[in-house]
């Protein structure tokens, strides 16, 4: 475990920021594919729509191709510029295109309910994750979330409530890419988190699982950068960052977080 230094000589620690997959949650366990997935997802919605009588004026192998294909689009704009893709719009967008039009019975937001999106089979919490999150609590810090998922995070939370983490975040401090309209590294997701926190750069960390879009893109924030290391990590991309600290539990945290706030 690497050691930072500190900004200034009595730093306060006001809060601690989480990515969500591959830090809180682990994925190493889903041996399917994202498009089936997602295939199993849309079915729900085209045939509620159907059996509402509202059915889409296209077949449904049209309709979850349009929608991955708008979904593929944007994550490869979004690579290019940072800009986040945003999941709830090409779905109402993808809907609209193909002849549904809303009304007080059938809205889109009955739509995204219908979708069904929560935990992912073989998905599961890291068994470190609860007991520390607590200890942070206890402690009286302040801990959020900031993830670079296309989904709003409001879509997310179904997620963190099946594995019975939403009880940790009641803050609302849980932010997605798609909340903010950028992608990490970009230092504005960062910087916005850290304005409602009410905290300076150097008053927080920030933990996650990717070299570049958690350890990069905090410190161009000027947060110190974590890197949780996982059997994921890429050699590579490690040796080329240098994040402040290297955790491969949550349980080295206490000791790191000791030598950059005293006292904490």
């Not at 809180?24 to 045939?47: A, C, K, Q």
């Not at 402690?139 to 959020?144: A, E, F, Q, S, Y």
């Not at 230092?187 to 850290?194: A, E, K, W």
């Not at 350890?215 to 590579?236: I, K, Y």
Request: net charge negative.
């Amino acid at each position: 475990m690497s050691n930072g230094t500190p900004n200034n000589d009595t730093p306060q620690l006001k809060g601690i920021l989480f990515d969500l997959d591959d830090t809180l949650i682990d994925w190493s366990g889903f041996s399917g594919d994202w498009p089936s997935m997602e295939r199993r997802h849309l079915t729900n919605v085209y045939e509620y729509l159907k059996t509402s009588g509202r059915a889409l004026k296209v077949s449904f192998e049209d309709f979850a191709r349009e929608y991955r294909n708008r979904t593929v689009n944007a994550w490869e704009e979004a690579r290019a510029t940072l800009r986040a893709p945003h999941m709830v719009r090409i779905f109402e967008g993808t809907l609209s295109d193909f002849g549904f039009v809303p009304d007080d019975d059938i809205t889109y937001e009955k739509c995204l309910q219908v979708y069904e999106w929560g935990p992912v089979p073989g998905v599961k919490v890291f068994p470190d994750v609860p007991p520390m999150l607590q200890e942070f609590l206890d402690r009286g810090v302040t801990i959020g979330i900031i993830t670079n998922a296309s989904q709003p995070m409001r879509i997310r939370d179904h997620e963190l409530e099946g594995f019975d983490l939403l009880r940790f975040f009641q803050n609302d401090l849980r932010y997605s890419a798609a909340d903010i309209g950028y992608l990490k590294p970009h230092p504005q997701i960062f910087h916005h988190v850290l304005d409602v926190m009410g905290a300076q750069p150097s008053e927080a960390i920030y933990i996650g699982d990717n070299p570049v879009a958690d350890v990069v893109g905090a410190q161009r924030a000027g947060m110190r950068g974590v890197l949780r290391r996982t059997d994921n990590l890429s050699p590579l991309s490690s040796d080329l960052v240098e994040p402040d600290g290297i955790i491969d539990t949550f349980y080295d945290l206490p000791d790191l977080l000791d030598s950059w706030f005293p006292g904490w």
